[in-house]
């Protein structure tokens, strides 16, 4: 069975800058092909670090499933879950189908902000700091503020937003053109909207292949807690017999 790696990598945007990050992947073939889906050129793609069982125990992993768990106990939806546990993320955005789901959400956010603000006649600068006040993700939130510091240097947005790996080729382009035509307000309410299809219809799919397992885990947690009560009555029971 082939191990989960960490992959550190550079690559150059179609801007020319370069740009790095980190995937988890079970080769180093499948960085490569994500990054020219992402229409990046790859510089380097390096072997970072094993993922072991491990790695995927740590204790904020464990407390954000049991935390994910009650929530779905509780009857909330999957998704509604994630957004609300995405503030804490670092751990889910590694993890692909989540990570595409958070940021989908995080973009049609983001989107939808920049959009009224720019059809409320605000400036672009004004209208940044509104998203970053309206994203709860610390990665996200972290990505909007660099944004707006190149933004205010005179840097257009298409061009800081090709320096920030979270954005994908498409939101880039579409802005150029938004600019370039001066109707950005169009084009980033055609962002938001096509965000939202996209993350809609992967959380469908998401909720019909995570729910069973989570309810596995649920019940897990329930039979557990359960154990840990019932047994030292048992022990007890035992002991004086």
Not at 73 to 97: M, R
């Amino acid at each position: 069975m082939n191990k989960v790696r960490l992959y550190r990598w550079q690559a150059l945007d179609t801007q020319g800058q370069i740009r790095d990050g980190e995937m988890i992947a079970t080769a180093k073939d499948a960085v490569f092909q994500h990054l020219f889906q992402e229409g990046l050129q790859p510089l380097s793609v390096r072997f970072n670090q094993r993922l072991t069982a491990s790695y995927w125990r740590t204790d904020d992993l464990i407390v954000l499933f049991r935390q994910l768990a009650t929530l779905l106990q509780a009857g909330l939806p999957l998704v509604n879950a994630l957004t609300l546990l995405a503030s804490e993320q670092t751990l889910l955005l590694a993890v692909p189908l989540i990570s595409r789901l958070i940021c989908g959400g995080c973009l049609t956010q983001i989107f939808q902000t920049l959009a009224m603000t720019q059809q409320a006649g605000l400036n672009l600068i004004t209208g940044l700091q509104a998203a970053a006040l309206s994203i709860n993700n610390r990665c996200f939130r972290q990505a909007i503020n660099e944004i707006q510091h190149q933004v205010t240097q005179g840097i257009p947005l298409h061009q800081a937003l090709a320096k920030q790996h979270l954005f994908p080729p498409l939101c880039q382009q579409l802005i150029r053109i938004g600019e370039e035509s001066g109707a950005l307000d169009t084009l980033l309410a055609r962002l938001a909207h096509w965000n939202e299809q996209q993350t809609y219809q992967l959380a469908e799919g998401l909720a019909q292949t995570l729910e069973p397992i989570m309810m596995l885990i649920v019940g897990g947690l329930v039979g557990g807690l359960v154990i840990a009560m019932y047994l030292p009555i048992f022990q007890l029971g035992s002991v004086m017999g």
